[in-house]
């Protein structure tokens, strides 16, 4: 499955703190390919660099979160944050929603560094904090229907319970795996994914408000 959108009909404010963050993730992104390896090394997360001297690395725990690893990452995490991060931010408010999301991402750092905080691979990537946008949705909206896209090309609308919840699974089931392998083998941070979402999951009863309105999106 490979979303596409969602109904926001029921939206009731332009979402500008999302396209800011996706503008930010493209604007970071084009410094990282004109800066390449030693603009990676020198603002990405490196777990080990942080253990050894957590004051001069701590600006990395942000910096990180605005970097990715190539066009198809960055591709698929400002899909999931334009699709998904609207609905969210409506729900929130603007101010309150760029604090969730860099909690969530914050979450998400610590959770890949508590798995190892010796290891030398940079850690960079949205995927973090955007769990977290996609736990909140899964709370506020899980009858959303959102269009999805099938193996054989074919689009249809599906519950956001389905859809997140599906991704959630694959990332529990991939992260239980990944412990499993060696620690600077690099690839993709699931347990980061999943400190995210689960971070996201706690927030968002505390962001979302006194508000008893849950509105569905159809």
Not at 35 to 44: H, K, L, P
Not at 53 to 67: I, L, S
Not at 94 to 120: D, H, M, V, W
């Amino acid at each position: 499955m490979f979303p596409l959108g969602d109904d926001n009909s029921l939206r009731r404010s332009a979402p500008v703190v999302t396209y800011l963050l996706i503008a930010i993730n493209v604007v970071v992104f084009m410094l990282e390919l004109n800066g390449g390896n030693d603009f990676i090394m020198r603002w990405s997360f490196i777990p080990a660099r942080f253990a050894a001297d957590p004051m001069n690395a701590w600006p990395t725990v942000f910096t990180a979160m605005f970097m990715h690893a190539g066009w198809a990452h960055i591709g698929g995490n400002m899909l999931y944050l334009w699709i998904f991060g609207d609905n969210v931010e409506d729900r929130f408010g603007k101010l309150p929603f760029l604090i969730f999301y860099l909690l969530c991402g914050i979450a998400a750092t610590f959770a890949q560094y508590a798995l190892n905080e010796a290891s030398r691979i940079p850690n960079l990537g949205a995927s973090g904090a955007i769990s977290g946008v996609l736990a909140a949705y899964l709370v506020l909206f899980p009858r959303a229907s959102v269009r999805v896209m099938m193996g054989l090309g074919r689009v249809v609308g599906m519950p956001a319970l389905v859809v997140i919840g599906l991704w959630i699974v694959i990332q529990l089931i991939s992260g239980v795996g990944s412990i499993t392998t060696h620690a600077d083998a690099g690839g993709v941070a699931y347990a980061a994914h999943v400190g995210g979402f689960f971070a996201g999951l706690a927030l968002t009863f505390v962001f979302r408000g006194r508000s008893t309105t849950r509105a569905t999106y159809s």
